[in-house]
């Protein structure tokens, strides 16, 4: 399967066969037929990587389109063998939220596709409007790499990622399941999830964990007792703190950021999936993106072109 590099946008790009995305006004009409379908003839998708819909955003959802209808059409394929039935693809929030609304019809685009193309669309589709948790992304990975026998490099370049950040997400997946739960419901995030990771010993893990999620540690606090772990063996009574090196003067202490911009510098490397940095204030300063390489830079290009 050719790979397809750049943002998520170009990798639905690929798999829709040169449409520009899920969108009726883009779709080729030579490929997607675009029309009124009877909801009851619709059937959910077995392989939704989303499994949790927030009651309250599809009850303002349906109240929008029962006030202005469906604005986006939903993607469904035929059901081989059924003229009456067709699979969903991409759109279940809409779905769900057209039948809370008491719609009878939805607009959607027919497609003919295959399994793979079906999994990844969907897959893509939901990692687009960010509407995944980092425990359903990485599982909706593993099951394309599992269902389909690609490799990680393969399945990189369909969904616009780097292999490493792909690799990454993935290792979430070794996380004991109260770990992966904590990071699906939002009580951790997943750098805390890759701090525990660090910790190699499986009771130390689970103790760094209990830690975590009694004392509220932060990802810098969990990160200071793994490399206190892996330099003692045991884990810290109390928070890491980094002594100068012997010999060295004491360097000048940075400047330390307000809280405002801790928490954006945090979420904007959770986001990126790679170093940020400021200086100065909310009002006027300097955001510095890190990148390793050219691929790493195309991505994050292509990300922020995505946010655009």
Do not use: W
């Not at 499994?51 to 029962?66: N, Q, T, V």
């Not at 279940?92 to 003919?112: C, D, N, Q, T, Y």
């Not at 990189?156 to 290792?171: D, F, I, T």
Request: hydrophobic letters at 35%; charged letters at 30%; one cysteine or more.
């Amino acid at each position: 399967m050719a790979g397809v590099t750049g943002g998520l946008g170009r990798g639905l790009d690929a798999l829709l066969g040169g449409g520009k995305g899920v969108d009726e006004n883009s779709a080729s009409e030579a490929s997607i037929d675009a029309r009124q379908i009877d909801i009851d003839m619709i059937v959910a998708n077995p392989n939704q990587p989303r499994k949790e819909f927030s009651p309250e955003a599809l009850k303002d959802l349906s109240e929008s389109i029962r006030a202005k209808g469906v604005l986006q059409p939903v993607l469904v394929r035929p059901v081989l063998g059924r003229k009456d039935r067709f699979e969903l693809v991409a759109g279940e929030r809409r779905l769900r939220a057209s039948k809370l609304a008491g719609l009878g019809e939805i607009p959607a685009l027919v497609k003919e596709m295959t399994d793979l193309e079906s999994m990844a669309i969907a897959l893509i589709e939901n990692l687009q409007r960010e509407d995944l948790n980092p425990i359903e992304e990485a599982k909706g990975y593993q099951e394309l790499i599992t269902k389909f026998g690609l490799s990680q490099e393969q399945l990189a370049g369909q969904v616009g990622k780097s292999r490493s950040a792909l690799s990454n997400s993935m290792r979430l997946l070794t996380l004991s399941e109260p770990v992966q739960d904590a990071i699906g419901n939002g009580k951790i995030s997943a750098g805390h999830g890759r701090a525990l990771m660090a910790v190699a010993d499986d009771a130390a893990r689970d103790e760094l964990f209990d830690r975590l999620m009694s004392s509220g540690l932060s990802v810098r606090q969990c990160e200071g007792a793994a490399t206190y772990f892996k330099e003692h063996g045991e884990l810290p009574e109390g928070e890491v703190v980094a002594k100068p090196k012997p010999g060295k003067s004491k360097k000048k202490e940075p400047k330390e950021i307000d809280e405002d911009l801790e928490i954006l510098k945090s979420r904007l490397e959770e986001a990126l999936e790679t170093k940020v940095s400021f200086s100065g204030s909310q009002k006027k300063g300097k955001l510095t993106i890190s990148y390793a390489d050219e691929q790493e830079l195309e991505r994050l290009v292509a990300i922020l072109e995505l946010r655009s």
